[in-house]
């Protein structure tokens, strides 16, 4: 009998972060001896990124686990479709359904403070007119974003962040692989970026095993990494 191949962690980061931000979560699990890969998200549009994340993933030898953190979560809905993934883990995330864009998702709640502090610019587009990209103003970004972690990280983050193309949100996932992969979520209950009752509805939907964290900010991974690396913890060793 062939030895199984350990399943290897996939790190997804979400909009107005980079993958630095798994920086905590990646040393707890490299701790316990899990392969893990942070790769850049192009945060450029759900379908085109969910590509590039899906082929990421292919390239790995044997199962993987995917991680999304906020809109990351959309991203792995869709890209968890791969052969070899073999669980997801939603952070603080869009957990979509088919069909389903960001937009549509949250518009079901009330706008967390998020919505009230972005703030538009324009990249340029090969052969079209120039998109709009959104980041969260540098003054709001620890209280939206961050607001369990130390000051001094948090001015750091704020001017590191990475911006989303605003197209993304109203973009409708074309698969939802919940429906046929295994899936957990980690909850933020203070989190002011993505509306804690939209990461219940959306992880209770999925069937996902749900840890909820009591006064996570949206950058839960940052703040608590010893508590979302045990929840990954968890699906690396069912997929295992």
């Known amino acids: 009998m062939t030895e199984r191949t350990a399943p290897t962690v996939v790190l997804v980061h979400g909009a107005f972060a980079d993958a630095a931000s798994w920086s905590g979560v990646i040393r707890e ?6 392969s893990v890969v942070a790769p850049p998200n192009p945060l450029r549009g759900l379908a085109s990124d969910a590509a590039y994340i899906s082929s990421v993933a292919a390239q790995i030898d044997g199962p993987v686990v995917l991680v999304g953190h906020s809109y990351g979560g959309a991203i792995i809905t869709v890209a968890g479709a791969t052969e070899n993934v073999a669980g997801l883990v939603f952070v603080a995330a869009y957990v979509l359904e088919e069909g389903e864009s960001l937009g549509e998702l949250q518009g079901r709640f009330p706008a967390p403070p998020l919505a009230d502090n972005l ?122």
């Open 29 to 34: 699990l490299q701790s316990e001896g899990v």
């Open 119 to 240: 703030r538009p610019a324009t990249y340029p587009v090969d052969g079209a007119e120039p998109a709009v990209e959104l980041t969260i103003a540098t003054e709001a970004f620890p209280s939206v974003f961050a607001a369990d972690v130390p000051e001094e990280v948090t001015k750091v983050l704020a001017v590191a962040q990475r911006p989303l193309a605003a197209a993304a949100f109203d973009e409708p996932a074309q698969v939802a692989s919940w429906k046929t992969k295994p899936s957990w979520a980690v909850v933020a209950d203070a989190d002011h970026a993505i509306n804690p009752e939209v990461q219940r509805f959306a992880a209770k939907r999925a069937g996902a095993s749900v840890v909820e964290v009591q006064g996570a900010s949206h950058a839960v991974a940052v703040s608590r990494p010893k508590t979302v690396a045990d929840v990954i913890l968890q699906a690396v060793r069912a997929a295992g």
